[in-house]
């Protein structure tokens, strides 16, 4: 795949892209499941670690497995997260801003035979009152932002719906400490109360012989 981006930052969502040879994305297995990746999806650079990455995930949401809890996949990518706790939830819902990784998020569902997952394109630094209306409350919530974090209409989102469980995952710590924070102890100068405790936070190697590090947070309603 050759995937043009004519800016100079630093991001990996290309604007033209062109299929020189062979297929036009990529297959991996994860956890089980097969997953499709366009070159426009994000998807974890670390396969051996991201095995890691979503056992601890898997753990950290602690679904019952009676089929009976909702789970909410924020920033879902490919819909990796939300499948891997499909199996044993009642229904995922997924959302993410890249069109092209809710169309492969879709097929992954399918090609897995997983019926209970709905993908949704949209950004959720622009939601609105009328977010949340479309799925019902959730038992787990599972977050992973890109490096920026977690917009603050996002934060006032979860403070509000009160989940019982939120996972977060990030791979920027200083935006996951401030998120935590704001998801713990409140936005002071909004007068937003916090509602969370956290639980645990692992960090787990998805980045060897780089100063960076992805963490698994879980939080859970005070
Ligand atoms: C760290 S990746 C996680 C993807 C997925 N959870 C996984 O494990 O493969 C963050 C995802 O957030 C998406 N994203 C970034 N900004 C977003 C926004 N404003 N609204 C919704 N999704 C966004 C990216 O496209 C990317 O797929």
């Known amino acids: 795949m050759n995937n043009v981006?004519?800016?100079?930052?630093?991001?990996?969502?290309?604007?033209?892209?062109?299929?020189?040879?062979g297929k036009s994305s990529i297959t991996e297995t994860l956890r089980g499941l097969t997953f499709q990746i366009s070159a426009n999806s994000f998807f974890q650079t670390n396969t051996h670690q991201a095995e890691v990455l979503y056992k601890l995930i898997e753990e950290c949401a602690g679904i019952k497995g009676d089929g009976s809890e909702i789970v909410l996949d924020l920033?879902?990518?490919?819909?990796?997260?939300?499948?891997?706790?499909?199996?044993?939830?009642?229904?995922?819902?997924?959302?993410?801003?890249?069109?092209?990784?809710?169309a492969d998020a879709r097929l992954n569902a399918e090609l897995n035979g997983i019926q209970n997952a709905t993908f949704v394109q949209g950004d959720l630094n622009k939601i609105d009152e009328?977010?949340?209306?479309?799925?019902?409350?959730p038992d787990i919530v599972i977050s992973d932002p890109n490096r920026p974090g977690m917009h603050m209409k996002l934060i006032k989102f979860l403070l509000n719906l009160k989940a019982p469980r939120i996972v977060y995952v990030s791979c920027n710590p200083a935006t996951c400490a401030r998120d935590l924070d704001y998801?713990?102890?409140?936005?002071?100068?909004?007068?937003?109360?916090?509602?969370?405790?956290?639980?645990?936070?692992?960090?787990?190697?998805?980045?060897?012989?780089?100063?960076?590090?992805?963490?698994?947070?879980?939080?859970?309603?005070?």
């Open 5 to 21: 981006n004519t800016s100079v930052g630093n991001t990996s969502v290309g604007e033209e892209e062109y299929t020189l040879h």
């Open 75 to 102: 920033f879902c990518g490919t819909g990796t997260i939300g499948l891997t706790l499909a199996r044993s939830a009642k229904h995922v819902y997924g959302y993410e801003v890249v069109p092209q990784a809710i």
């Open 130 to 137: 009328n977010f949340g209306k479309n799925f019902p409350k």
């Open 183 to 222: 998801l713990c102890h409140g936005v002071a100068e909004l007068n937003i109360k916090g509602c969370y405790k956290l639980i645990s936070l692992q960090p787990v190697d998805m980045f060897p012989h780089t100063p960076h590090i992805e963490c698994v947070c879980l939080l859970e309603l005070c």
